[in-house]
């Protein structure tokens, strides 16, 4: 199983995601992430998405940016998108309904029926981070269980 998590630029939500994933999920499983923005390509996640990953034990420091591409449609078997301007743009790239069908909002993957975005927190505070980085360790349980219940 291939996963992908999207969001704008690829340097705060989705690494987090990535790295908290990974945590979740065998090593059969590949996570990845990617931006629907090409702006920060090749950089390292945001400092405040490290620290806070690395206070809880998890290394994103050598993840980098990257635009998603239509390879990804391809090779991914689920794209997680972090809101939904990140989800239209997403769908809109896509080239069929099959790969259409492998898109979703993570929160809404993951049940969480009070909120369905992931707020970005890139123009917060370390507080902000945590906060994310709460959401997303919930959302990745919920997801990494029904995941492996599905294989």
Known sequence: MKILMVCLGNICRSPLAEGIMKTKLPEDYMVDSAGTISMHEGEHP????????????????????RPIGAKD???????????????????????????????????????????????????GDMKDFENVFQL???GCDKIAENLLLES
Not at 56 to 65: A, E, F, L, N, P
Not at 90 to 117: P, W, Y
Request: charged share 35%; aromatic share 8%.
């Open 73 to 123: 449609f391809e090779i991914f078997d689920k794209i997680y998108c972090m809101d939904v301007d990140v989800l239209a743009d997403v769908v809109s790239k896509a080239e069929n309904e099959e790969q259409r069908q492998k898109i979703s909002l993570f929160l809404e993957a993951a049940g969480d029926h009070k909120n369905t975005e992931v707020p970005d927190p890139y123009w």
């Open 136 to 138: 997303l360790d919930k």
């Open 46 to 65: 945001d400092k405040r998405a490290i620290k806070t990953a690395a206070n809880h034990g998890i290394d994103i420091s050598k993840q980098r940016s």
